[in-house]
């Protein structure tokens, strides 16, 4: 089946510190979706992108669709306690089924 | 708009017996989708629902199994409980729009299952 990679596995981080982490997949995304999980909670959605090369913010957090559509990226600035958690990239296929990357684990020291 | 709610969260039960889970997607959510989640194994696809039919199915055993009734709500069942089903085990809702790439799901708090 189709593998998303994500890296990397785990980050820590100064408080304050920028974060990047990225996904790539062995097909062609037609949407990538970026994810976060607190512990023990759901993953809850951040970033939704629909068109290969786009870039979107939603407050600190910036993604963008990989020009092959087969990548994706997410920064986050400036960090803060609050942004510790597991980050998921994901994606559906045209029969709807979703796929997720193995997750990184943001640790950010205060 | 309330989000998608399972129940219930936490559940300790052992080995051979069954549980059932229950999902309640988003109103007007038509499709929802299981997972199961473990350290080791990160998010594993269960199954899809859609119109109380399963649409997809991940590789998992026959002893874990799903339906959908008539208002989308859910229930996931796995027999003959084994310790390494404890897992966190989720549900997401999406709308099933005729646009695939706009199928965002949502996904609930999730049941923590632990199996002794």
């Known amino acids: 089946g189709q593998q998303l990679n994500q890296s990397p596995q785990s980050m820590f981080i100064q408080e304050g510190e920028d974060v990047s982490m990225n996904c790539t997949s062995s097909?062609?995304?037609?949407?990538w979706l970026w994810y976060k999980q607190d512990p023990g909670e759901g993953p809850v959605l951040l970033i939704a992108?629909?068109?290969?090369?786009e870039l979107t913010s939603n407050g600190r957090l910036t993604a963008q669709f990989g020009i092959t559509r087969k990548d994706s990226f997410l920064n986050i600035s400036a960090s803060i306690p609050s942004d510790v958690g597991i980050y998921f990239c994901a994606g559906p296929n045209t029969g709807n089924q979703f796929y997720f990357g193995t997750g990184t684990s943001l640790t950010v020291i205060p | 708009k309330a989000g998608v709610t399972q129940t219930p969260r936490y559940l300790i039960k052992t080995r051979g017996q069954q549980v059932t889970l229950s999902c309640s997607p988003i109103?007007?959510?038509?499709?929802v989708s299981w997972y199961q989640q473990t350290p080791g194994q990160g998010l594993q696809f269960l199954f899809e629902y859609f119109s109380e039919t399963q649409r997809n199915k991940g590789n998992f055993p026959g002893r874990f199994s799903g339906r959908q009734f008539s208002n989308s709500r859910s229930e996931m069942n796995v027999s003959t409980l084994e310790l390494g089903d404890s897992a966190l085990y989720l549900c997401?809702?999406?709308?099933?729009?005729?646009?695939?790439?706009?199928?965002?799901?949502?996904f609930g708090a999730g049941t923590r299952l632990s199996v002794l």
């Open positions: 997401a809702s999406s709308p099933l729009l005729s646009s695939i790439a706009k199928n965002i799901q949502y």
């Open positions: 992108l629909y068109k290969a090369g």
């Open positions: 109103s007007g959510h038509r499709s």
């Open positions: 097909s062609i995304f037609n949407t």
